[in-house]
């Protein structure tokens, strides 16, 4: 693997994750189990909690493969537009239903553990509001795909509206933060370990999180493959059309 | 670029429809809000600035799609962007004519709307302020929109779920000016904020949107 560039080029791209995609998958599936099977037995319930903080090992990584799904989007998109290399586009469309369904997990899994907690499934609190917000992006996002039939009009166009989307994401991300106060609580796995978590809720949080990025790849390859089989598939049947 | 100003000026004014359709449609869902929360006055002054500026949101994003989708389709988009204006000067201009048609009449007509849902004496100023800061940016957001959509057949759904995510942050500080305004508090952190998102959409959507155009034109 000499360098990033090297996957521009479909075949190299097929043949590199041919080979990684199994090994990947496998590590997504050995890590997630762990992650989740630990964070779920032999985790000590929490002192005011309960057996309610542990849904924490799928709530906090799905939220986090939510929002670094949409950056690894922005980023794809820009490469296409830049040097036009179609795995990379290929890529981003790839990613979003996967994004989207982690900020559907994220929600999800943060109403079920609220009801108890907060006593409400949803409060209009920033994060869970830019949450909803960041849903409707990456709708429209899918959306744009779906409508346009010309795959690289689609591509240039989704890739625009992923660009000019971030930025309102952001600006969103701000606005909201501005328009209500938070009930959710602050960061909870930052680096700098002043406020974090025990390490007891730790450790079975990280392998959680490796897991679930491991997954977000494997299935973000496992898609490309797809799609650009789809392509050449597409291709070929072009080709047909015009020597039948 | 004034000659296209007033190309589409004229064009809203004389071939009908587009022009005022967007009041009506402000008129009608002010209208029907009492009907929907009860005439309660104290209910409805509670609720009558978000009220304003989410009809104001919706009433321009009605006629959005005609911004592009018409001279799209009789092919006169294509002179255009072959015309010695730069496409992001048409943008520009084209989301000024939408603004003048749309944006203006909503701003001069919402006090009025506001008296039906006893809206507080104190937040008319902010209104009128706000409405006339914030809407310059839903015309050229909305003109992104209609860009990006303008070669699709059934464009203007995929238009409205594609551009109400953008809308969100001007409405929210639009609407908390008004609210704050309402209650006599300090309302210039949101409207700085407001006038900052205006002032970024105008200087930097005109080239997204000129660049989806020239990409539909393809």
């Known amino acids: 693997m000499a360098s990033i560039w090297e996957w521009a080029n479909p075949r190299k791209f097929m043949a590199w994750t041919d080979k990684a995609l199994p090994v990947i998958a496998v590590a997504a599936a050995v890590l997630f189990v762990a992650g989740l099977v630990w964070g779920f037995f032999f985790v000590p319930d929490d002192y005011r909690q309960g057996a309610t903080v542990k849904i924490f090992y799928i709530h906090v990584p799905s939220a986090m493969i939510a929002i670094n799904a949409w950056l690894m989007m922005l980023v794809a998109s820009l490469i296409w537009l830049v040097r036009r ?28 553990w609220g009801k108890p907690m907060w006593g409400t499934y949803w409060e209009w609190d920033p994060r869970l509001t830019s949450f909803l917000i960041l849903f409707l992006f990456y709708a429209g996002y899918l959306a744009l795909w779906e409508a346009i039939e010309d795959p690289d009009t689609a591509a240039d166009l989704t890739s625009v509206l992923c660009l000019v989307g971030s930025v309102f994401a952001v600006l969103s ?72 | 670029m004034i000659r296209l100003l007033l190309r589409d000026l004229t064009l809203a004014l004389r071939a009908g429809g587009g022009f005022g359709l967007g009041l009506g449609f402000f008129l009608i869902l002010v209208t029907l809000v009492p009907f929907g929360v009860g005439p309660n006055s104290e209910r409805l002054a509670a609720i009558a600035p978000g009220i304003l500026w989410v009809g104001a949101l919706l009433a321009c994003l009605l006629s959005l799609d005609r ?49 039906l849902l006893h809206l507080d004496t104190d937040a008319y100023r902010w209104l009128i302020i706000t409405l006339l800061i914030g809407t310059p940016a839903l015309s050229i957001i909305g003109a ?62 005109p080239f997204a949107a000129a660049a989806a155009i020239r990409i539909a034109l393809r």
């Not at chain 1, 290399?85 to 079920?112: F, R």
């Not at chain 2, 989301?95 to 008296?115: E, M």
């Not at chain 2, 900052?196 to 959409?201: E, K, P, S, V």
């Open chain 1, 173 to 244: 991300r701000y606005a909201v933060n501005f328009w209500n106060q938070g009930l959710h609580q602050g960061a909870s796995l930052s680096l700098d370990k002043q406020e974090n978590v025990a390490d007891v809720f730790w450790y079975p949080a990280l392998v959680s999180l490796a897991g679930f990025v491991l997954l977000f790849i494997a299935l973000v390859l496992l898609r490309t493959r797809t799609e650009v089989r789809a392509r050449r598939l597409h291709a070929i049947e072009m080709r047909e059309r015009v020597q039948g």
């Open chain 2, 67 to 115: 911004i592009f989708a018409l001279d799209y389709e009789d092919g006169s988009l294509d002179l255009l962007a072959t015309a010695p204006v730069p496409l992001e000067g048409l943008v520009a201009m084209k989301a000024l004519a939408h603004w003048i048609t749309t944006g203006l009449p909503l701003v001069i007509a919402a006090p009025f709307l506001g008296v």
């Open chain 1, 85 to 112: 290399h179609h795995v990379s586009v290929l890529a981003a469309k790839a990613a979003a239903p996967i994004g989207l369904v982690m900020t559907l997990i994220a929600l999800a899994s943060g109403a079920i």
């Open chain 2, 144 to 205: 992104f929109g209609a860009a990006i959509t303008v070669g699709l057949k059934r464009g203007g759904l995929l238009m409205s779920l594609l551009v109400l995510p953008l809308y969100i942050p001007t409405l929210i500080f639009g609407a908390e000016v008004v609210r704050r305004g309402a209650r006599g508090f300090e309302v210039t952190t949101p409207l700085l904020m407001q006038a900052g998102i205006t002032a970024g959409a105008i200087a930097m959507l």
